[in-house]
C-alpha cells in the first residue's frame, strides 16, 4: 500500500545534542509537510516543499531545519533541542496538483515522538 | 487569517448513542474543511472533508457534516456510536500557507477526545 512512513516512532534525545527525523512516501505526491503536535494541543505547521521549494512559517523557530533531497524522502533537523521542542512530530503529504491546492487532502505519517533529556 | 474553535475538549457518549462533535470556523475566503480522527500515538486520518457542492458530506465509517456557511459550522455526527470511535478528533480549514504559498497549510481545531461507554 502507498504510505507515508517516519523514522523512527521514538526518538529520545539530550539538551542540546543535533537529532533528526526522517519522513518517506511512496505517493509519488508533490508536497511535503512537517508538524509539531506538542501534549494535548492541536498540530501546528512548521514548514512545507512543493517539489524542492522550500517554505517556512514565519513563526517556526531557526532551531528547526528541513531538507528534501528527493521525491520521496524529507528530515526534519533540531539543531539544538530544548525541553520545549518534546513532541509528537507529524509528516505529511499531499498531491499539489489539484485546483485550488488548498483542496488537497494531506495523508499523514503516524508521527515521531520526541523526548528530549 | 483563519482559525477553528472546537466546542468541547470532551465528549462522552453511550454506544449506539447520537456522535455530535461541534465546529466552527472563521475564514476571509471560501474555507475547506476537513475533519480527521487521531487513534492514540497514530497520525491523523482524513474522515471527510469539504470542498465546493453539496453542503452534506459523507466520510468513512459511518460520519457526515454539514456544511452551514450562516452558522460558519461544519459540526461532525454519527447516528450511532461503536466502540473503535474512542479516539481525538480534530476539525480543520486550509488555506494559504503563512508564506504566502498556496499548498494547503491546514489550521487545525484543539481537537475533541471521544469516548465511547458500553
Redesign the interface.
Known amino acids: 500500500d502507498a504510505m507515508v512512513i517516519q523514522n523512527p516512532r521514538y526518538q529520545v534525545t539530550q539538551f542540546g545534542k543535533p537529532v533528526t527525523l526522517s519522513c518517506s512516501q511512496t505517493l509519488n505526491h508533490n508536497v511535503m509537510y512537517w508538524y509539531q503536535q506538542k501534549s494535548s494541543q492541536a498540530p501546528k505547521l512548521l514548514f512545507h516543499y512543493y517539489d524542492k521549494d522550500f517554505n517556512n512559517e514565519a513563526d517556526t523557530p531557526d532551531n528547526f531545519q528541513s531538507r528534501r533531497p528527493n521525491t520521496s524522502f524529507c528530515f526534519l533537523d533540531i539543531r539544538s533541542p530544548g525541553l520545549g521542542d518534546a513532541a509528537m512530530y507529524l509528516c505529511a503529504t499531499s498531491i499539489g496538483t489539484s485546483n485550488p491546492p488548498s483542496t488537497d487532502t494531506q495523508y499523514f505519517g503516524p508521527g515521531t515522538r520526541l523526548t528530549v533529556l | 487569517a483563519q482559525s477553528v474553535t472546537q466546542l468541547g475538549s470532551h465528549v462522552s457518549v453511550s454506544e449506539g448513542a447520537l456522535v455530535l462533535l461541534r465546529c466552527n470556523y472563521s475564514s476571509s475566503v471560501p474555507p ?1 474543511l ?1 475533519w ?1 480522527v487521531q487513534y492514540p ?6 474522515l471527510l ?1 469539504y ?1 465546493t457542492g453539496a453542503t452534506l458530506v459523507k466520510g468513512i465509517n459511518g460520519f457526515e457534516a454539514e456544511f452551514k456557511k450562516s452558522e460558519t459550522s461544519f459540526h461532525l455526527t454519527k447516528p450511532s456510536a461503536h466502540m473503535s470511535d474512542a479516539a481525538e478528533y ?1 476539525c480543520a480549514v ?6 504566502g ?6 489550521t ?4 475533541t477526545i471521544l469516548t465511547v461507554h458500553p
Open positions: 475547506y476537513f480527521y500515538n497514530q497520525g491523523l486520518q482524513l472533508k470542498t480534530f486550509s488555506g494559504p500557507s503563512a508564506g504559498t498556496s499548498y494547503g497549510k491546514l487545525f481545531g484543539q481537537g
